[in-house]
């Protein structure tokens, strides 16, 4: 991971409360997103998040599923407990080292704007452990920012302007084909891209953003969406050693 300071830079519940706003910008870019994982989302008895942060996904879009979230930030986890925990919905700090280690299988994976944050063989890594914490017909949901579309200026964008840049946590950078690839070695893997232009719109009027997003979906993006979106299977003859 980048030397990044999450716990000092980032204050507990921080994208929590923009998402709780339900209008704006980042509100809608944070919903498209949410939305789109969410849809991938297979039913299932057991459901991972990685890296869920303040809990924002797990809590407003996870329905009758045992679900755990996971994050290494103990103030986001606090928040995550504190806001979204029920009985069937916790939120834990530690690492999938120690999930492997204690024989957990979920039947999904989901991992939102994790990937980017590790450098590239920590990544390899990474897929391997979520391959064995999946049950056989499991599935893995991830997604990534796109840099083969408009997101490296939205990203300098953010770095500008936004209380939280992205120039130090952001350390591995992808486009489509070079996810696919490395997904590819452990799963086998499909690749789209989400969230074009528009949260954008929100600028003009928030009605208009579902109906342009709709507009934009009917033709893939054009390849050209913000974010990648990847779902991966457990290739049969995958090699977990």
């Known amino acids: 991971m980048s030397d990044y300071n999450y716990d000092a830079d980032i204050p507990a519940g921080y994208y929590d409360d923009i998402y709780r706003r339900g209008f704006g910008v980042q509100y809608w870019w944070h919903h498209l997103k949410f939305s789109a994982v969410a849809n991938k989302i297979p039913p299932s008895n057991r459901w991972l998040d990685i890296g869920c942060g303040p809990g924002t996904f797990l809590g407003n879009f996870n329905v009758g599923n045992d679900a755990v979230g996971l994050d290494l930030s103990a103030p986001q986890i606090d928040y995550a407990i504190r806001t979204y925990g029920t009985t069937n919905c916790a939120f834990v700090t530690g690492t999938l080292e120690e999930l492997v280690a204690k024989g957990e299988k979920f039947d999904v994976v989901s991992i939102i704007e994790v990937v980017e944050h590790l450098h590239y063989s920590a990544v390899d890594q990474l897929l391997v452990q979520i391959s064995q914490l999946l049950n ?39 486009i489509p084909s070079k996810l696919q690839r490395q997904m590819s070695r452990v799963f086998d893997t499909q690749v789209s891209t989400i969230v074009g232009l528009a949260p954008f719109m929100a600028v003009v009027s928030d009605k208009l953003v579902a109906p342009a997003n709709k507009l934009g979906a009917s033709f893939l993006h054009f390849g050209m969406g913000n974010l990648i979106l990847a779902t991966g299977r457990i290739k049969p003859t995958t090699n977990l050693r």
């Not at 997101?151 to 130090?168: F, G, K, M, Q």
């Open 136 to 174: 056989p017909s499991g599935c893995v949901v991830l997604t990534t920012p796109n840099y083969r579309s408009l997101w490296p200026l939205i990203e300098l964008a953010v770095n500008t302007i936004s209380r939280v840049s992205y120039e130090d946590q952001h350390i591995n950078k992808y």
